[in-house]
């Protein structure tokens, strides 16, 4: 007999969105190339689906150069409209600007912090906040935490931030554990 997974609502009846959630999604991630290219689709994300953006991440890593921030910082009016013309991805010009932008203010971040990592878990002290949601009508599209986040990106001139990107964001690197407490995830993060 077959034991049933119970996972998050969300994640259900898709193959690749099931191995996102229980792969991914949740658990902490500190490699700056890997947190910037995860901010990069959760920008991307904006206004879509984030199935879309999952069944387009090989394609926009591909296009974007595995999202290595150096690389990205240094892209061109050439390459920008390369990017334009890549069916691939979702060619919005305000959100490719927006990854290009971001790019440079990470460097900028990496060498005030030494780390987008310390940046970013410096707003948790390194700690996961460790929700106990029993449904998923009970989880927030942003909160306090995300607000300040939101705020101090956009202080410091990163676009396409607002307060539902980074709590989404803080979610999938996983400085929030927003699996449902029914979730099999939930006791692993």
């Not at 996972?7 to 193959?15: G, L, P, T, Y």
């Not at 290219?37 to 920008?43: A, F, M, Q, R």
């Not at 539902?164 to 996983?174: C, H, K, P, R």
Request: glycine share 6%; with cysteine; hydrophobic share 35%.
């Amino acid at each position: 007999m077959k034991t049933q997974v119970i996972r998050c609502s969300w994640a259900e009846n898709d193959e690749k969105m099931s191995k996102y959630h229980d792969e991914i999604w949740g658990v902490p991630e500190h490699d700056d190339q890997k947190l910037f290219g995860k901010l990069c689709l959760d920008l991307m994300q904006a206004g879509l689906m984030w199935k879309t953006i999952l069944y387009k991440q090989e394609n926009f890593e591909k296009a974007f150069d595995n999202f290595h921030i150096e690389t990205v910082a240094a892209y061109d009016e050439t390459k920008f409209n390369e990017l334009m013309q890549n069916s691939g991805i979702v060619r919005n010009r305000l959100k490719i600007r927006a990854i290009i932008n971001n790019a440079e203010r990470t460097l900028e971040i990496q060498k005030e912090f030494g780390s987008f990592d310390a940046y970013l878990w410096g707003f948790t002290k390194g700690k996961t906040i460790k929700n106990k949601w029993r449904s998923m009508s009970d989880v927030p599209t942003s909160t306090p935490l995300s607000d300040t986040i939101s705020k101090d990106l956009k202080k410091r001139g990163f676009k396409f931030v607002g307060t539902t990107i980074i709590y989404a964001y803080l979610q999938a690197i996983g400085v929030v554990n927003d699996h449902l407490v029914s979730c099999f995830c939930y006791g692993k993060r």
